[in-house]
């Protein structure tokens, strides 16, 4: 057992004010392997007064010296690589090799990132006779995600202190572990003490704290819509600007001119990035009608190639999902889709064979319509839905028909005509036919999906505010 039995605040280690812990528990195998401290109101309000104090000076710190910053923390993060990776494995269940890739070097690139970003920004503009200026927007509440948890105090913290702002984090408590690797390293690179600022805790307690706070000036936070509309109600109090990353039922339109077999493949295999645990993820596959039957056979052969079982285990390809909770959700929507009458090609409810402990889920494919709810709401699990479509104006609607909009992908071979669809979806981001995602781009989404962007020099200027000076 991990007994992480203090916070981060002011650059030093301090106990809690809090009176009992939060227990880490590991998906795959159902053991208690860490606790941390349940942080309390007086603790954040303890980190907000140091990040006050410490945003004086770091706001008027040099973009040299903040690069310098961040690439040391680039290295630091990549000298404790095996050290991360175990941990994100023992906390969230995800299979080690691709964690080490997507999760752990995709931390050190963002860092990275960052490092390269802060001179892509215009930080003084002449506009006739005003000089605009960007400068910090102050102290920032990050609210992390527990799906991505070192990239995505990366994204948030990491770039409200690369934009001169200092930072109260709260983890997920579900994994908390790195956020404490995070601020080891934080401290280990040098950076002044107050500018990041660690408290765990839970979302009603910790999270509503830094919220609610009214020397808080900002807050980011990555989770479901019922909490960003809780965190944009609190924060409307003080006039807070806000930053939400919210969920997801992202469409990925595979027209008939495509490489089918690769796309079909490719599209099972985003969806269930994470146990499908990805607000991103496409999960609505969309295809020619009088190609549903071939879309169909390659997404079944695709998904019953996957590996359930301990994700150190090198031949495991998909892990648990990250709670007991979670797991019974994500059962309730496959049984609610059985209930609706829609048609499972694999998978279902039930455990998967062999597995007796562990919060495994089948992954599930289902093939049916727009309209039943497991196309309609986000699952945050491994079930993909096909659905056909006609013609092209019919895709374009059926991938538009959604209360969210995050991301979704296009399939064909005219490069030309992917754009031109691609154009036309309310969506934040598009990968056409397949390509990689670039985190100098953007993240972030249209609709119930959220407000603001993340990653490279966007997610920096998403924490600057603007200024005039004149004459």
Known sequence: MIERKQIFIGGRWLDSTGASTITVVNPATEEPIATVPRGSVEDVDRAVQAAVKAFASWSQSSVEQRIDVFSGLARLTEARAEEITHTIVTELGYPSAWVAKSQTAGAVEELEIIAQSLREISWVEQVGTTQVRREPSGVVGAITAWNAPLRSIISKAGAAMAAGCTVVCKPAEVAPLTAFIFAEIIAEAGVPAGVFNLVCGTGPEVGEAIASHPLIDMVSLTGSVGAGRRVMQLASESIKRVHLELGGKSPNLIFAD?????????????????????????????????????????????????????????????????????????????????????????????????????????????????????????????????????????????????????????????????????????????????APLDKRGTHGGFKLSGVGREWGRFGIEEFLEYKSVLG
């Open 258 to 434: 495509a490489d089918f077999e690769r796309a079909v493949s490719d599209g099972i295999g985003d969806a269930l990035r994470n146990a499908g645990q990805v607000c991103g993820g496409l999960t609505r596959m969309l295809v020619p009608r009088e190609r549903l039957a071939e879309a169909e056979a390659h997404a079944v052969r695709k998904a019953e190639s996957y590996v359930l079982g301990d994700p150190f285990d090198p031949a495991t390809t998909l892990g648990p999902v990250a709670t007991a909770a979670a797991r019974e959700r994500v059962r309730g929507y496959i049984r609610s889709g059985l209930d609706e009458g829609v048609r499972m090609l694999t998978g279902g409810p039930e455990m998967p064979e062999g597995l007796p402990r562990g919060w495994y889920v089948k992954p599930t494919v289902f093939s049916g319509d727009n309209t039943c709810r497991i196309a309609r709401e986000e699952i945050f699990g491994p079930v993909v839905i096909i659905i056909p479509f006609q013609d092209e104006a019919e895709a374009i609607a059926i991938a538009n028909d959604s209360q969210y909009g995050l991301a979704g992908g296009v399939w064909s071979s005219d490069v030309t005509r992917a754009r031109a669809v691609a154009s036309k979806l309310r969506v934040g981001r598009v990968r056409i036919n397949g």
